[in-house]
Structures are given as structure tokens and as C-alpha cells.
């Protein structure tokens, strides 16, 4: 009879779907990396966005928006 392989193991830290015998030595692709780690994380930054948005529209966040522009001159001269 064939001898079975065990079955592909997915990296911890890129998905991707390695041979057992491989995972030791596996060097991961880092664009197969960073999709893995946006997906993996897709919870925690919709709450980021949605957190930043809330306080970029709020009063703090528009004067820390107006000095950062002040900061970097691209207020011009209206000021």
C-alpha cells in the first residue's frame, strides 16, 4: 500500500499551508505574511478606524489635525 503523508499544517504566522517536515525550516513570503496578519487582525482595526474617525471628527481631534498641519507648515500663510 501507499504510504500516507500527513496532511499540510498551516503557519502560525503567514497561513500558508506547509508540509510537516518543512514547518522547521518554512521562511514565509512576506506579502503572505502581512495579508495573514490584516486578515487575522481585521476585527481590531475596523475598531481602530472606527475609533480614530470618531475622534478626528470630535473638537480635540480637529485642533490636533490643525496643529500636526501647523507642525508641518501646510497651513500656509491664512494660517
Do not use: I, K, N
Not at 503557519?11 to 506547509?18: D, I, P, Q, T, Y
Not at 512576506?30 to 470618531?54: C, I, K, N, P, T
Amino acid at each position: 500500500m501507499f504510504a500516507s503523508q500527513p496532511p499540510p499544517m498551516p503557519c502560525l504566522e503567514c497561513g500558508a499551508s506547509v508540509p510537516q517536515a518543512e514547518l522547521q525550516t518554512h521562511v514565509c513570503d512576506w506579502h503572505e505574511w502581512l495579508d495573514h496578519q490584516v486578515l487575522s487582525h481585521r476585527d481590531e482595526l475596523g475598531r481602530f478606524e472606527h475609533e480614530l474617525g470618531a475622534y478626528l471628527a470630535s473638537a480635540p481631534g480637529r485642533f490636533a489635525l490643525w496643529c500636526a498641519q501647523r507642525d508641518r507648515g501646510d497651513l500656509g500663510e491664512a494660517g
